[in-house]
């Protein structure tokens, strides 16, 4: 019960599901993410992403250049909120960090 806690305070923090979604979209470096988010500042995406890590919906490169991932695990949540909401997932994310 408390994994499930753990994640639920994880998921449900500001910036987390929209950096989610801007990586579903097709964001996978740290300045495409930033600009896909106004509003967002580097610390609290670089928290965000550090958070969808310890979620296991993200996978981080060790070498290279850094294009963060979805995984499937993360996939399958996106594909989820797309059936829960009833308006494109984009129009989510830019309202988020409007407000």
């Given at each position: 019960?408390?994994?499930?806690?753990?994640?639920?305070?994880?998921?449900?923090?500001?910036?987390?599901?929209?950096?989610?979604?801007?990586?579903?979209?097709?964001?996978?470096?740290?300045?495409?993410?930033?600009?896909?988010?106004?509003?967002?500042?580097?610390r609290a995406l670089a928290l965000a992403l550090?958070?969808?890590?310890?979620?296991?919906?993200?996978?981080?490169?060790?070498?290279?250049?850094?294009?963060?991932?979805?995984?499937?695990?993360?996939?399958?949540?996106?594909?989820?909120?797309?059936?829960?909401?009833?308006?494109?997932?984009?129009?989510?994310?830019?309202?988020?960090?409007?407000?």
């Open positions: 019960m408390q994994l499930i806690h753990n994640h639920q305070d994880i998921a449900l923090r500001k910036w987390t599901l929209p950096v989610l979604l801007a990586l579903a979209q097709g964001h996978t470096r740290f300045s495409g993410l930033q600009a896909a988010l106004p509003g967002i500042t580097s550090r958070d969808l890590e310890a979620l296991d919906w993200l996978q981080r490169p060790t070498q290279g250049f850094l294009h963060y991932k979805p995984t499937a695990q993360a996939k399958a949540v996106v594909q989820t909120l797309q059936q829960l909401i009833p308006f494109p997932l984009e129009s989510f994310t830019s309202d988020c960090v409007q407000r």
